[in-house]
Each structure stands twice: as C-alpha cells, then as structure tokens.
C-alpha cells in the first residue's frame, strides 16, 4: 500500500505540492494525471525520496525514506540516466546486490528477453538508445520483486513491442498484489490499466475516482470533463 | 554496501578496459610520461633555485595548501556542493537502500584514490628533492593518508549531510570559512607591511604558531610538522588536538541522523553537472549551475538562404548582456597595455627597439595559438538539422555561420592593436595589416576548428582535437615567421614582410575554409 499523507513541497517561494493525500491500495493501479506543472513528478520524485517535503509517506506501512521501505519499492524515472561504464547486464546485477533481491539468473534472463534486451547485455550505459535506456530502467525495477512501484511517463521512448509488454506487466504486477502508481500524460495508455484514478492541477489533487465510480465512462471524457470544470 | 562496492569496482575495471582498447589512451600516456619527466627534472633546479629543496620548503608547501584550499573544500561542502553525483547516481543509488551516509563516503572514493595516488608520490618527491629520511616520509604517507581522509569524510558527512541546521546556518558556515581565508590573508598582509616586505613572509607567516592554532587546518599543518621537522611544545599540543579532533568528528558523524535530505540539492547538482560536461564534450564553455540571462532585442533580416543564420546569431548577440565584447577583449586590451609597458621600459633602458613592430604580430600569433579555443555559435550550427535544409551551398552557409566570429575577431583586433599603435606612433597602414593579420590568425583558428570536426568529428574527443589544431597551427605560424624574416631581410620594409605574412596567411585560411565547409554539406562527418 502506498499512502500519502498531507504532502507539501515548496521550491523558494514556489508551492508546487499543497497539502495532497491519497491512497493506493495493495493490488491496485493508481494514475496520477494532470496538465504540465500540476506537481505529478513533484509528487513522485518525494515518493521516491529524491526530495525534502512536509507531511508524511508510508509504503506498506513504513516511512518511505527508511531503509526497510527501500527494500520494497521499485523507481522508474522519466528520464532514465545509466551508468557509463556498467553494461546492461551489470545494472541488473548491481540492483540484485544493492536491493540484496531474491530474483534468479532464470528470472533475469526471461526479464531481458520478454523487453528484447537480450542481445544487448553487453553494451554499455552510454552506448544505448533512449528506448533501450527506458527498458534497462524497468528492468532494475522489476528485479527488486518490489511491493510498491512507481513509473513515471513510463512509455515514452519505448517501442510499440515494449509499450505492449509493460501494459502487460502492470498487470501482472497488479494481479500479484503489487501496488502501482504511474503518473502519465498519455492518457489512452493507461486506459485499460487503472483501478483508481488522481487528477491533479496546480499542485493540489482535484479529483480522484474509482474504476466502479467511472462506469464506463472512457478516461479522455473522465479527464477532461474534470479539468475543464475546474477550469470555469 | 554490497552494491555501492560491485558498482564502482565494476565501472573502474570496464573504464581500465575500454581505455585500453583506445590507441589514443597510448599517446596520452605518452604524452603524461614525457611531462612527468619534464617536471621532474625541472622541478630539482627550480627548488634549489628558491632555496626551497630542504624539509622545510616541502612543509612550506604542504601548509600553504592546508591554509588555503582546506577552508575552501570544507565551505563548498557547507553549501552541498563539491560532491561530484551523477544522474545515474540519482536514478540508482539513491532510491536505492543504502544508508546516505555510506553514499556521501563512497562518492569520496574517486578522491581518496587521488589521495592516494598523491600521498605515494609526495612521498617519492620528499625523499629525492627536499632531502627527508625514508622513513619519515614513509610514516607522513601512511598516517597522512590515514588520518586526513577520517577527519575528511567525516565533515564531508557533518557538513554535506547534515539535517540538524537549517541551510542559512549553513551558509553562515560557509561564509565562515570564507573569512577565515580573509583572515588568513589580512594577517599574511601585514607580516609582509610591518614586518618582512619580501616573499620569505610567506615561510614566516606559515611558520607562525598563530597558524597552528586554527582548529583543523592549523592543526593539520601541525600534524605535518611534527611529522616532518620533528616535536615543538605547539606542534605536539595542536598534534594532539589534532587526532582528537579526527576521532570526535568520526564519532558524531557516525551518531549523526542523515536521511537523505541532501538527495535534492545534489539530484540538481547532478543535473547541472551533466549539462556542464555535455558542454564540455562538444567544447563549448559554461559554469556549473549558471543560467544565461538575455535581454530584450530584435533584428531585422535582410536577405534569404544562408544569411539568415547571420542574422539569427545576431540577435542571440544583441539579447546577450554583453553584446559581442567577451573576456578576449579584456585580454588583449590588459597584453596592448602590457606591450606598452615593455616598449617604454625598453626606450628607457636604451634597448634596440627596432623590432617593436612584429611585437603585435607575436601577440597576436600568441593568442590565437594558445588560448583556447571554445567553440562559439557556429558548431552549434552544425548541430541544428535546418542548417543542412537551408537551400543554400555549404560554403556559403560556412560563410554566414562564421561572419560573426570575424567581426568578432576584428573588435578583439582593434583592443588589441589600437592602443599599441596610438602609443607608438604606428602608421595607418602598419594598423590595417596588423588588424588584418589578426583577423587572418583568428580566422585560421577558426578554420582549423572547423576542419577538424569535418574530418575527426567522431573519432577524437574535444582534447584531441584541440592538440590537432594547435599542431596544425604551430607549422602555418611557424611558416609565416619564416617568411615574415625572409622578405625583411631581403627588403627591410615591415610594411612588404607584413604583405607577405597576410598572403600567405589568406591562402591558407581559404584552403581551410574550403575544406571545413564540408562539415556544412551533411550532418554526418566523414
């Protein structure tokens, strides 16, 4: 379960994250959506720990900045940055030692072959495309066995092969009990994935709903009917 | 912990590879070996010279680096800067559940390796030219090493991690440190005043118990002098407070609560830092963490095709604060004023100054052989896709994407030449051939540049390429010397031996702006 509680995060003067709570629950898909600058990579990044924010941040019940919440918790960037001098395959291996993760060899290399990395694992960081970059970033990620994942414009970059096999993994993951957030602007990405929906605008959470509480409503319609409400 | 260590042994044993697999790692070493060398038989004489080849002169130099670079490492630390992260470090490191403590220390490594490096060789240094026992070289080795790098990563983790006192504390800190080096300063000041008007104050002032005294970096030099010199009341005392101090920083840093506040400041450090070495490998300039401001300006273009790219960059200058005057103006008016300087002291002293005049042309080849030679607009062309959509020819396109750095050159010309020439009484056509030839040496420069991103864009880093045109720059001046002596010496006329130089320096310029305009022609390199 990933909860957050009261969160605000000011850059300066400016404040970018104001007072925002929601829950996603186990097993459940989470999106986070809302025009440029509504706070959603604010939002992820102090998730992630990358920033100093007020308020609280629980992944399965522990603070997210502790060690043993670490442990359990998956990143995937917007933009992915690799070591240069590490190849495909001594990322993965770096992420199984420092996560001390229970993934096997069999495990890594059905990893690698499902995102067709497999013919790359000797390449170094610098010597790979953004895409390929993208799926080395969700293959780290996934080697954790992590309880909470975030993926942040998780699409961007990849291949339509790729795009298809995350889709497919998220809902593994979900099915498996993980929970997911994904902040995207790509709304017809996620609309087959999501179970509970937050859309954000100038740093506050304007909306939430259920997958039950849309019906059948398609996510474009859902998405901007909200933000031009609040618009007017 | 596991992972922090397969990490950086991984990456060093793949960079180790790699470079090894690169001839051009061979000519770099080469080109080390042979300026070691260099440096170690030249700094034997020079430290004799000054009187600086006894234990003493090397304690002397140790502490001038303790007095004025320690203050300045540790206020850098206060500020959270001076810790070298990178993006990947920010993607995989620290989402990642390692203690940020450990992550502050093993940041540190890539220095203390250099510590390392250092300490052996100081030490090899120490025995050979300031005359000090191996083995007390070999104790300063060890117990320098040992002990400086505790004290070091310990404040790097109290300073750099710290989450007990709030960022303006900090900079308070930091400024603190700052006025320590003034202080330092002031006081060296006034030894040198009121007490020794020479250099040797410097031994003076770095010999004064005063010194010793200051916490840490007093106390440091302390350490190297009981270490080296051997025990005084002052330096056993701070010694003493030293290695205290060391264990006691060690422990409250180990007791410290860090979290990882310092993950922000050093995500966007990382960010800054990537965008600067980006720079760098393209050869452009920058400075970590500064944004440009423009102003507000328009231009109006006056013709299509290539020119327009003339026009574009004169707007990019007219929005830049300082317009086209860049640091090289400041350069070559501080050299006229210093040729001044030199022709005057030489009249004075009665020297033969007939030669007065190939002065500028000997700045002038001077600047533009050594100074480097950041890439300016025109390589940014290279790297717009409407520079090759242009329905224009290359050379053209060539043309107007350098125009401005010849303008440019003729500005840089005039601070450089005009105040020479108003001092000596030079005549309006020596002026003209002098501003000419600038222009000229500049534009070889430029072309050189150029070429050599046409023919060795993907095979040679920035460094490499700069050793290419300063090579190909050193035989095109060293010619024109050559010429320049021959026609004087033949005609005794400046005006003739300048003609020549010129001439020959435009034949040249255009052979190699034929060749660069290549690099115009298609966004791929040879």
Redesign the interface.
């Known amino acids: 379960m990933l909860e957050i509680q009261n969160l605000t995060k000011r850059y300066k003067k400016t404040l970018a994250v104001d007072q925002v709570s929601f829950v996603v629950p186990d097993g459940q898909v989470g999106i986070l959506l809302g025009p440029n600058g509504a706070g959603k990579s604010t939002i992820i ?1 102090s998730i ?5 924010y007020e308020g609280g941040i629980g992944i399965q019940g522990m603070q997210a ?1 502790s ?2 919440a ?2 359990i ?1 998956g ?1 995937v ?1 917007e ?9 495909v395959r ?2 993965v ?3 199984r ?4 993760a229970s993934i096997t060899d069999e495990e890594v290399a059905a990893l690698f072959e499902r995102y067709e990395l497999d013919d790359k694992l000797d390449k ?2 610098n010597e790979l495309s953004k895409g390929m970059m993208q799926k080395v ?1 969700i293959c ?1 990620a996934l080697a954790i066995k992590p309880k909470v994942i975030l993926f942040d414009e998780p699409m961007v970059g990849l291949d339509p092969k790729a795009i298809k096999e995350l889709k497919e993994t998220i809902l593994e993951l979900r099915d498996s009990g993980t929970t997911v957030l994904v902040s995207t602007h790509m709304l017809e990405m996620v609309k087959d994935l999501w179970d509970v929906m937050f859309v954000m605008d100038k740093g506050k959470i304007i909306a939430s709903l259920t997958k039950e509480e849309a019906a059948d409503r398609d996510i474009e319609e859902l998405f901007f009917g909200i933000t031009e409400r609040e618009g007017d | 912990m596991g992972g922090l260590r397969y990490l950086y042994l991984t990456s060093m044993k793949n960079r180790i590879k790699r470079a090894l697999h690169k001839p051009v790692t061979y000519v770099y070493l080469l080109i080390g070996i042979f300026y070691i060398g260099f440096l170690a038989s030249a700094l034997g004489p020079m430290l004799t010279q000054w009187g600086m080849d006894t234990p003493k002169g090397l304690v002397f130099i140790l502490s001038f680096v303790c007095c004025f670079f320690t203050p300045a490492g540790l206020a850098s630390y206060a500020k959270r800067k001076g810790m070298l992260f990178r993006p990947s470090d920010v993607h995989f490191v620290f989402s990642s559940p390692v203690n940020p403590k450990t992550v502050l220390v093993y940041t540190q490594l890539k220095q203390y390796l250099m510590g390392f490096v250092l300490n052996s060789a100081l030490a090899i240094i120490g025995i050979v030219f300031f005359e000090i026992a191996p083995w007390k070289m070999a104790l300063y080795f060890v117990l320098a090493f040992v002990v400086q790098n505790i004290l070091e990563s310990s404040l790097v983790v109290l300073l750099y991690g710290n989450e007990r006192f709030s960022d303006n504390t900090m900079k308070w800190v930091a400024r603190g440190l700052y006025l320590l080096i003034a202080a330092l300063l002031l006081f060296a000041a006034y030894l040198f005043f009121f007490v020794e008007p020479s250099f040797a104050v410097l031994g003076l002032f770095l010999d004064h118990p005063f010194v010793q005294c200051i916490p840490i970096i007093g106390w440091n030099i302390a350490f190297i002098r009981l270490l080296i010199l051997g025990p005084t009341t002052v330096n056993v005392i701070c010694t003493i407070l030293y290695l205290v101090s060391a264990c006691l920083l060690f422990v409250l840093a180990k007791r410290m609560k860090c979290t990882g506040a310092y993950y922000e400041d050093a995500m966007k450090f990382a960010d800054d830092y990537q965008e600067l070495l980006n720079k760098k490998m393209q050869g452009e300039s920058g400075r970590l963490g500064k944004k440009q401001s423009f102003k507000q300006a328009s231009v109006e273009y006056k013709g299509g095709g290539a020119k327009a790219i003339f026009y574009r960059q004169l707007l990019e200058y007219k929005k830049n604060r300082t317009f086209i005057f860049s640091w090289m103006t400041l350069v070559n008016l501080a050299v006229s004023g210093f040729l001044i300087y030199a022709v005057v002291t030489g009249k004075k002293e009665g020297l033969d100054m007939t030669a007065q005049y190939f002065l500028l042309p000997g700045a002038a080849a001077y600047i533009a052989f050594l100074f480097s030679a950041y890439k300016t607009k025109w390589a940014k062309e290279l790297e717009n896709p409407y520079t090759y959509l242009i329905p224009d020819t290359p050379f053209r396109k060539l043309w107007y994407a350098t125009l401005m750095e010849h303008i440019r050159a003729v500005i840089d010309g005039l601070a450089l030449i005009l105040p020479f020439a108003i001092a000596v009484k030079m005549s309006p056509v020596l002026i003209l051939l002098n501003l000419l030839l600038y222009v000229c040496l500049l534009g070889n420069k430029l072309y050189f540049n150029v070429l050599s991103e046409a023919l060795l864009g993907d095979v040679l880093g920035a460094t490499g390429k700069s050793f290419l045109r300063m090579f190909g720059q050193m035989i095109v001046i060293s010619l024109a010397i050559i010429i320049a002596v021959i026609i004087w010496a033949l005609t005794e006329s400046y005006e003739l031996a300048f003609c020549g130089i010129l001439v020959y320096m435009i034949i040249i310029t255009v052979l190699l702006a034929i060749g660069g305009s290549f690099s115009f022609s298609k966004m791929e390199t040879l």
Do not use: Q, V
């Open positions: 990044k992630a720990g990358l920033l100093r900045k060690l043993e670490k442990k918790f990143y960037p933009i992915p940055a690799m070591f240069d001098a590490l190849t001594e990322h291996e770096y992420i030692r420092a996560y001390s170094l960081g970033s780290c």
